[in-house]
């Protein structure tokens, strides 16, 4: 390997780091948290004879870190002696209007929830496709866009392939990569996060690597990826997954259209920010034709739910409440820009997304900040990996969210 090249691979057997992306990031390693393992290390003890149940564990996968659980709503609550209702939660980049009317509606008259989910998901392609432009056939509905981000990597790589990844970014691409027993290269993003683009042609011809995870917006800084350089990155050998989670917050269209034109693409896309339903899982991906066949020979069948495809559909049937709430968060964020740029210790990043990056300044302490405002019933990210210590991250939330925040920044300044 070629030392003069500015990226770093990760080896799988090697510890990762601590860093949980998001909520979904936490809550996905809630299996290995320290209770689970306490718990198997007793039973070992007592097993006396017979091999130990962790040596039918896969090599790679023993050395996958530890990650802190995400607390649920309820134990959250009591914790801080609250009700969940009188929490602000700007932590996760949930849509706190939640999904349109029709969805409860739809929820509360399932017909026939004891029968099996349609394992093609026709009803909701049919009306995904109706909502982007883009012929049904091209699309394949997820539990989450997380459910896809597996599912690619498990269809594309083998083991001890490599993957380009772009931190600071979406923690998910690292943990399944590394689930999956592939190398990361990380190739980190310029100091105003844009992409290093230069460095990523250099490393895809010089490492091969079999694929590259872009995100636009950006998770976590909200910045977006401009065509230029899309096209520059999906000229070269490798399959590009574009990641669109919060692309209806930017003023970029999606490129959804674009897997027609270009084989090497495939774009994720998700209900969980733009239409309130994160709880429920769902996401979408749109395929070039030559790729999307042997999506669904590897998918589970029942991996999007009734109540999942239902609340789906449910809630594309209202477009003029997506775009209103859409239009409401993206004028919320630029008064939080505005309200945060006038913290003395905060210098807030311009974002395309639902959420603010802000580097804590003045000497002030990330997690401290963080665990101030939770007293005060406000949760927000912060961050302590290396990359991005010194960090937090907000949420954009309701008017009334904003200044129960900047109440509690006012009151952190004192
Ligand atoms: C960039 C990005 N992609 C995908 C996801 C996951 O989306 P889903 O809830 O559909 O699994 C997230 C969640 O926070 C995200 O930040």
Redesign the pocket.
Known sequence: MDCSVRARIRNPCRPASHLA????RRLAAYRLSSRPVALAAAAAAETKTGPSGASFIRHHLKSLAPYQPILPFEVLSAKLGRKPEDIIKLD??ENPYGPPPEVANALGNLKFPYVYPDPESRHLRAALADDSGLESEYILA????????DLIMRCVLEPGDKIVDCPP??T?YEFDASVNGALVIKVPRHPDFSLDVAQIIKVIEQEKPKCIFL?SP??PDGSVINDDDLLKILDLPILVVL?E??IEFSSLQTRMSWVKKHDNLIV?R????RAGL?GL???YGAFPLSIIEYIWRAKQPYNVSVAAEVSACAALQNPTYLERVKNLLVQERERLYNLLNEVPFLKPFPSHSNFILCEVTSGKDAKKIKEDLAKMGVMIRHYDRKEMKGYIRISVGKPEHTDALMKGLKALQL
């Not at 992306?21 to 979904?24: N, V």
């Not at 997820?142 to 981000?149: F, M, P, V």
């Not at 998700?270 to 920010?273: A, E, H, P, R, W």
């Open positions: 992306g998001d909520g979904r996760a980049n997820g539990c989450g866009a997380d459910e896809l981000i970014t979406f998910m995100t950006n998770n990641d989670a919060y994720l998700t209900f969980s920010k994160a899982r769902v996401g």
